[in-house]
């Protein structure tokens, strides 16, 4: 992983069977759909990855599973916040051994002002060693507000920090500022937008370079990205705003990764849709909407 | 206002001059544009009405301003949320006397449990009295979860309360627990959803009586209204989808007034996009994104 | 009021009589009582003062009662933290017009980042004109974390910024640094610590230059802040642990300000305990707990 | 682990050595020290264990080290709040099997309304089996209101849940709430109190059977419920009241666990006062603090 990834890293469920356990034989199944989708990495053990409510030993053999599968193909990048630097150095470390390309990081919220982000990070880089992270910089659930100067400064003084996870909201004079101080002489990192992809076309023409977010029609995300980047900003708007109402009601807190993963197992996905608890399926009132607003996007497409 | 109220409440911004005093000049002009648009009632002095900003005698003469002018051809609702009592009748009854037809409350952050909060609005209906009143569930800003058993509960003792401002999110399953709860006995009240509209056609499908919101377009909202309760779901889609972009746009957190005010200037609505400090306008990037959404909402428009 | 001030700013309380209308004739009994035990300054319309339960015209009277009785004897400080500059401004030149010394304002949640936090008092002080304020730091109520490089910038920058009301917790060490930033060129300010005095010692040692809360026994306050400046560290200590446990009961979130106007009515300095609601009284049980506690607080006192 | 549950289970801290690695060798003198000072329980892996900063390996380690040193002479709890119910079972049952007497919940800051809350604990108890466990109701830090009513009906539901762990703050009505129920035909759990033990004495009589609490003195807290249950108020409070200032001062959040660890390490009990990172230790002025607070506690006992 390096500072010139660009394209959509996807960010993965995790799969489980309908009894709760984790799905170690539905990894390559789901893979394969993302690869066929054309994402350009997979980012594994995220929020939406119900990662916390994962066993140590289920995280690692989740990597390994990925890692062995992908083989190399793609880049896999490993969520491993933690409230102890030895628990996510350890996570780390295994996963740069089975074959991730790098880790992502999202701060504690109890870290508040810019010199404590400032240190918290250097902590963290301190801790990881040289293995390249991903700042996630997620306001709106870390609770943690971090200043385009403090990113910028991060940037500055910690090589092994080449990407941000966008999805501060509003972020988009974020992203502006970030290249902006760029342009004045800053190191340029990869920039890929967040939040379920709901601003991806402004994040894009904003300077973005890419998504890394998981909305269950990754092959949106791919082409909007690859549409914008070849200039064709109509083109990519048409689709992004086929799919918005879909990507609108995946925005749900809560509802969200229920709908992901409904349509994830709906196109085949995933086995199944469960959630380990405490976790939650959709009510029939939300399938009949997910399926009308599917049954709507399919028509708009064909008219595209 | 009663319990059969329906249609579109719009959320009334308030217009300031560039100075940064309350333009009360202008009162009418923006009354006349929501007219025009065939909204049902106007709530003024809400969240996204930067009533926090004025004092209390700018706040009682933008309630005069506006019932004066409007002059009982649609009800006003008044915000009159406040730390204390006192104040919150104090304002309530000086709109009652001025023509409001009734008023609007949100809990403190300091409520909780399902008990506090059903003193709360207990002791709120004491301290009101005879005045109907709209029960405000926002909890992503009150950061109070009602249940909706609680909602019922209020509504079973406190005649006064007829009219619930829906804008939990997720909250679809909400309204439909609320209907349910009704048709099981309880007294049916009013619900208007808010968030900006960006599920509207879902809330009315799920039983909700309209929208209570400030979106730039408020003919869009009537009109999705309307043809819902006219049976045409597909239409009612097919205009909420061509504004979908503008409304995800207006709901950023801080930059969603500055879209809201900048489209109403736009349309004449308003003689100032200006805010009172502390407020913000939009940079020339957010202006270019906006006005590329409208232009693509225009051309989507004269398609339909 | 300037940078030198020292000893105890009384937070006063806001009398109310017993069905809640604010007690203007109490006024100068309240006064006289903190007079009559030694505070250098008085601190009206602060978070324990039930200030966002009055309306404007009520906090104008209180300003007016307040500074006419005290008529200069000590300096007034008056709470005008406001969400909008408009309202703060417009009651801080009424204060100083009624003969306040200056203003307190603590900011509001939305600001952050160091950047914003600067930039709010900037905004602050353009608002405030020539009058001196108070920077009140209270993280746990305004949930802003201030790092004390930040303080160290505000007061470089602002020359109307003269006092520190420091009730971060834990923020011994940020006085420290404080102190130690000042040995290093800057602009020295008035320190006082607040948290109901429940550092009060440390506070002290640690370069504070008095107290600026509202503990319901201020010759405590006063008698600790002299004896330390005298130098005499164990009588200071001996008087603040007699009446640790009541400083402690008084701590209690929500009881706090029940318990201070119970032994404030019980030592006459106001005729009624009551609280604008909403509000609360003492339960027998915790009557029966604060004059066990004030009873052994006697007793201990004798033996000093 | 049972309902009649009485006297002082300490919250234990975790030994690491300097360089951050689980100090197994040093838990066996940890448990003698405890045992020494008389205490009736051991309490590990709760929020002053720095047990999120644990891999699961050494979580499991701990467990079995303490366990298998006490051999049963006391009663050993096991704090497994979790994210998952998986990960929450999977430490459960390995603790019982190590010869835990129970386990310890708190709740996530995600349930928020009564429902939700009886029904997280249902689920904890369901996943539990017929493992007793103890409620952790600490608003401050998990966000959770619990009322008393939402106790008593988890009590009366949840046969396994058979002791409170109280702090609340306020919670002393909390309390005697509680006990009222109980005599209105409840069954009756066990309640001991937390948060330092800055409000034992009026805990206890309030009803309390002791307290889980960490304070570094456990001599203090069992002297006191033994004073206290033989009915001597008074000298209880003194007792109390000699270490108030240092229960005060461990209870400035982050400090505290450095303040612990540091008088723990002083008194023989750990041979390393070092948190694991993220953690903090003592500044000089704090360590001059401590001392002198120490010094004071030690005349005073020789006066009592």
Same mark, same amino acid.
């Given at each position: 992983?390096?500072?010139?990834?660009?394209?959509?890293?996807?960010?993965?469920?995790?799969?489980?069977?309908?009894?709760?356990?984790?799905?170690?034989?539905?990894?390559?199944?789901?893979?394969?759909?993302?690869?066929?989708? $054309?994402?350009?990495?997979?980012? &594994? !053990? %995220?929020?939406? =990855?119900?990662?916390?409510?994962?066993?140590?030993?289920?995280?690692? #053999?989740?990597?390994?599973?990925?890692?062995?599968?992908?083989?190399?193909?793609?880049?896999?990048?490993?969520?491993?916040?933690?409230?102890?630097?030895?628990?996510?150095?350890?996570?780390?470390?295994?996963?740069?051994?089975?074959?991730?390309?790098?880790?992502?990081?999202?701060?504690?919220?109890?870290?508040?002002?810019?010199?404590?982000?400032?240190?918290?990070?250097?902590?963290?880089?301190?801790?990881?060693?040289?293995?390249?992270?991903?700042?996630?910089?997620?306001?709106?659930?870390?609770?943690?507000?971090?200043?385009?100067?403090?990113?910028?400064?991060?940037?500055?003084?910690?090589?092994?920090?080449?990407?941000?996870?966008?999805?501060?909201?509003?972020?988009?004079?974020?992203?502006?500022?970030?290249?902006?101080?760029?342009?004045? $002489?800053?190191?340029?990192?990869? &920039? !890929? %937008?967040?939040? =379920?992809?709901?601003?991806?076309?402004?994040?894009?023409?904003?300077? #973005?370079?890419?998504?890394?977010?998981?909305?269950?029609?990754?092959?949106?995300?791919?082409?909007?990205?690859?549409?914008?980047?070849?200039?064709?900003?109509?083109?990519?708007?048409?689709?992004?705003?086929?799919?918005?109402?879909?990507?609108?009601?995946?925005?749900?807190?809560?509802?969200?990764?229920?709908?992901?993963?409904?349509?994830?197992?709906?196109?085949?996905?995933?086995?199944?849709?469960?959630?380990?608890?405490?976790?939650?399926?959709?009510?029939?009132?939300?399938?009949?909407?997910?399926?009308?607003?599917?049954?709507?996007?399919?028509?708009?497409?064909?008219?595209?």
């Amino acid at each position: 992983l390096n500072a010139a990834a660009q394209g959509v890293f996807i960010i993965s469920v995790t799969p489980f069977t309908e009894d709760g356990s984790l799905d170690l034989d539905g990894v390559g199944r789901l893979m394969d759909f993302y690869l066929s989708h $054309g994402v350009s990495g997979v980012t &594994i !053990l %995220g929020m939406m =990855g119900e990662a916390p409510k994962l066993g140590a030993g289920e995280s690692r #053999a989740f990597v390994e599973g990925v890692c062995r599968h992908l083989d190399g193909r793609i880049p896999v990048v490993v969520g491993v916040s933690s409230p102890g630097f030895a628990a996510m150095k350890e996570l780390a470390d295994f996963s740069m051994g089975a074959g991730a390309a790098g880790v992502m990081v999202a701060p504690p919220g109890t870290v508040r002002t810019d010199s404590q982000i400032l240190d918290y990070f250097q902590s963290t880089a301190d801790a990881l060693g040289e293995t390249p992270f991903v700042l996630q910089d997620f306001p709106l659930v870390t609770n943690v507000q971090i200043a385009p100067s403090v990113i910028g400064e991060i940037v500055r003084r910690i090589e092994t920090c080449v990407m941000l996870k966008h999805e501060d909201w509003p972020g988009l004079n974020k992203i502006t500022a970030l290249r902006e101080a760029e342009r004045a $002489g800053g190191r340029r990192i990869s &920039i !890929l %937008g967040g939040n =379920g992809g709901i601003f991806l076309p402004e994040e894009l023409r904003r300077g #973005a370079d890419g998504a890394m977010t998981g909305y269950a029609y990754p092959e949106m995300l791919v082409e909007v990205c690859r549409l914008q980047s070849g200039g064709d900003a109509d083109a990519a708007d048409d689709l992004f705003e086929a799919h918005l109402p879909l990507v609108r009601y995946e925005q749900q807190p809560g509802v969200g990764l229920a709908v992901r993963k409904h349509v994830l197992a709906r196109r085949g996905a995933i086995s199944s849709n469960s959630q380990r608890k405490p976790g939650r399926s959709l009510s029939p009132a939300e399938i009949g909407e997910v399926e009308r607003i599917i049954a709507r996007l399919d028509r708009r497409l064909e008219q595209l």
